[in-house]
Nanobody
Framework: VQLQASGGGLVQAGGSLRLSCAAS????????MGWFRRAPGKEREFVAA????????YYADSVKGRFTIRRDNAKSTMYLQMNSLKPEDTAVYYC??????????????????WGKGTQVTVSS
């Protein structure tokens, strides 16, 4: 599967952005999906994960209550709605997919497929 993330940009603190991850192929629904981010000078970190049917979601504590992950299997697209953005959310955001693990294990980050990132910059 090929993944393409989009929707990043520059936003003021407290603002919102919605990221999208479009997947190629017709097997999107067979992949557990996740969002990760890498801030300048830091290691990549888990942000959110979603199960194949969208019924289960997982979030990093740092984004819980502010970010919402969802997917539309008919459109082969995953989304990350980001509200109440903070300067510390500034990072390159990546979407990832894996056909072999449960969404709960996406937190480990060892995903099979990665998209190119999209930059999110939150100004104070």
């Amino acid at each position: 599967v090929q993944l393409q993330a989009s929707g990043g940009g520059l936003v003021q603190a407290g603002g919102s952005l919605r990221l999208s991850c479009a997947a190629s192929g017709r097997t999107f629904s067979t992949y557990a999906m996740g969002w990760f981010r890498r801030a300048p000078g830091k290691e990549r970190e888990f942000v959110a994960a979603i199960s194949r049917n969208g019924g289960s979601t997982y979030y990093a504590d740092s984004v819980k209550g502010r970010f919402t992950i969802r997917r539309d299997n008919a459109k082969s697209t995953m989304y990350l709605q980001m509200n109440s953005l903070k300067p510390e959310d500034t990072a390159v955001y990546y979407c990832a997919a894996d056909p072999s693990i449960s969404a709960a294990l996406v937190t480990r980050g060892g995903m099979d497929y990665w998209g190119k990132g999209t930059q999110v910059t939150v100004s104070s």
